[in-house]
């Protein structure tokens, strides 16, 4: 390693500044663009699908997402009902799917989470 002498006369260590920046970790170089990170929006509705028994039937209710608004609501319950070969209807913002659909209904968000 380079040498350097300080005002008092005595040596000391210098270490470049690349030795000290170089490998995985953190680095003081503008050359690479720093990675961007994802955060997860606190206002993203977050369903929640669970199963309901009434009246000695099953139906699949996915709950949580009122803030898209009636039309997509309705739009995904079509989806959703030809997806899963049910009946289904949009109340007071949740979507009621006929039956036990629940992993179904779980794939389904899988499939379009990983697009």
């Not at 319950?77 to 779980?106: H, L």
Request: hydrophobic residues 30%; positive net charge; contains cysteine.
């Amino acid at each position: 390693m380079p040498e350097e002498v300080d005002e008092e006369g005595k040596t000391k260590e210098v270490r470049s500044m690349a030795k000290l920046t170089s490998g995985p970790g953190w680095s003081l170089s503008a050359d690479e663009p720093s990675p961007v990170i994802k955060k997860e929006n606190p206002n993203t509705p977050k369903p929640v699908v669970r199963l309901e028994k009434r009246v000695g039937k099953y139906v699949t209710v996915v709950s949580g997402l009122h803030t898209y608004g009636s039309e997509r609501l309705n739009g995904m319950a079509k989806e959703w009902k030809t997806f899963c070969g049910a009946g289904g209807t949009v109340k007071n913002g949740t979507i009621e799917i006929q039956g036990d659909r629940v992993k179904t209904i779980q794939e389904w968000f899988l499939k379009k989470a990983s697009r």
